[in-house]
């Protein structure tokens, strides 16, 4: 069994490492592509051809493709992701201080929309009837709302009616921890709405096919207390595809956080990514490409790590 599993692990980093490869591989290629050069970037549209020309002999722009990407491979390796075209600043420490903000909200989405979506949907498989019929409507219409047309609706109630909340802005935790709550409150709702609304569906799903499981019947039978039938039995079988569908949601939300950002002013990586790409800062769009699919590969492999630890069918294979 302990071979199995570190076969399983095996295969599964040497999987995460070939598809962080890539997209790195890709995201070369694409920002090569890209119109201009780094030394038209840098230097802006005023800059004579030679001082452009300089420039790039000075990056390296003008070496072949191949000693250009294992020369960056390299330095990323070791953490240097260059420097920024626009103020020449380390892509690395720049990302880095980002990355808090980003986690911060999909981390916070991603649990409130748990919390609600597991809750919901185990009213509505449980209950069934009008609640189960009212959980569907309202699930449908969370889903079908856009994401900042919640935000600018929490905004108009939450902070500029009632002042609950700031309505942009962000406050780094070691500044004040209630003011960096508070500062996060407003976007990691909008962001949970639709979230808590697709995995109640996936709850509601999965527990009515564990209610109809013979172990649960024989349990009910046994006169065991219904909320340990419910919150133990039943939904411990329907865990599986609740927490690969929680799984799924923080990852779309740490790569989908342009929208919450750019809404609420938060300086993420979403904020970085549309800022480097409009004024073609290679280096930046090279670092936030990797860095994002760092943290979504490694979120993957924790969940399929959690998947081979929960179903006992996998296990044992």
Avoid at 49 to 67: F, K
Avoid at 198 to 222: G, K, V, W
């Amino acid at each position: 069994m302990e071979v199995t599993m570190a076969l399983f692990i095996t295969k599964r980093l040497l999987m995460a490492l070939t598809t962080v490869l890539v997209v790195a591989v890709l995201a070369f290629l694409l920002v090569h592509a890209m119109p201009g050069s780094p030394g038209a970037v840098s230097l802006g549209a005023g800059a004579s051809q030679e001082a452009i020309d300089e420039v790039n002999a000075r990056l390296g722009w003008n070496d072949p493709l191949l000693t250009q990407f294992f020369r960056w491979l390299g330095d990323a390796v070791q953490g240097d992701l260059g420097i920024s075209l626009i103020d020449g600043r380390s892509v690395s420490a720049a990302l880095l201080s980002r990355l808090p903000v980003t986690a911060s909200l999909a981390a916070g989405a991603t649990v409130l929309s748990a919390v609600l979506g597991i809750a919901l949907g185990v009213t509505a498989a449980v209950r069934g009837g009008t609640v189960d019929r009212i959980v569907g409507g309202l699930c449908g219409l969370a889903v079908a709302l856009p994401a900042f047309w919640i935000g600018i609706i929490f905004v108009y109630l939450l902070a500029v009616q009632s002042s609950v909340f700031p309505a942009t802005g962000y406050v780094p935790f070691e500044v004040s921890p209630q003011d960096w709550a508070m500062s996060l409150a407003l976007p990691v709702i909008t962001l949970a709405v639709g979230g808590a609304a697709f995995i109640a569906r996936q709850t509601r799903a999965s527990m009515l096919d564990a209610l109809q499981q013979e172990h649960i019947r024989t349990l009910r039978a046994t006169a065991t207390p219904t909320w340990k039938i419910l919150y133990i039995h039943a939904l411990r079988y329907a865990s599986l595809p609740i927490v690969a569908g929680i799984a799924l949601q923080f990852m779309g939300l740490f790569g989908g956080s342009v929208v919450a950002e750019q809404l609420f002013a938060m300086p993420g990586l979403g904020q970085a990514a549309q800022s480097s790409v409009s004024t073609h800062d290679a280096p930046a769009v090279q670092g936030v490409v990797v860095i994002a699919t760092v943290v979504v590969v490694a979120v993957n492999l924790a969940l399929e790590l959690a998947t081979k630890f929960l179903d006992p069918k996998l296990r044992a294979a």
